[in-house]
Nanobody, 122 residues
Framework: VQLQASGGGLVQAGESLTLACAAS????????MGWYRQAPGKQREYVAR???????DYADSVKGRFTINRDNAKNTLYLQMNSLKPEDTAIYYC?????????????????WGQGTQVTVSS
């Protein structure tokens, strides 16, 4: 299974960006998918999560500004980021809990994307 994140870039404060994360491989089912971020010199932190049932959850720091959604048919997760602030600057990583078909049967595991850089200038 591979997760390919895209959509990062350099924007000014107040502007918007949309990140995407596409999962590929021998996927049977994806349950939770989420976004995390890591700023320079800081630990990776939770941003938002989407369940297969359509529920969404957000970190307090992004609530009201970011929207997470997913296209289950395309195994793709999105993060719409509005009103960006300099403190949103980080590498954004996607995560997915995936049920896959392996040689010995089925395997359930967490996978991470490679990260996409978001830089917000003041």
């Amino acid at each position: 299974v591979q997760l390919q994140a895209s959509g990062g870039g350099l924007v000014q404060a107040g502007e918007s960006l949309t990140l995407a994360c596409a999962a590929s491989g021998r996927i049977i089912n994806i349950s939770d998918m989420g976004w995390y971020r890591q700023a320079p010199g800081k630990q990776r932190e939770y941003v938002a999560r989407s369940t297969s049932g359509g529920s969404a959850d957000y970190a307090d720091s992004v609530k009201g500004r970011f929207t997470i959604n997913r296209d289950n048919a395309k195994n793709t997760l999105y993060l719409q980021m509005n009103s960006l602030k300099p403190e949103d600057t980080a590498i954004y990583y996607c995560n997915a809990h995936v049920l896959t078909k392996v040689t010995t049967g089925l395997r359930s595991a967490d996978y991470w994307g490679q990260g996409t850089q978001v830089t917000v200038s003041s």
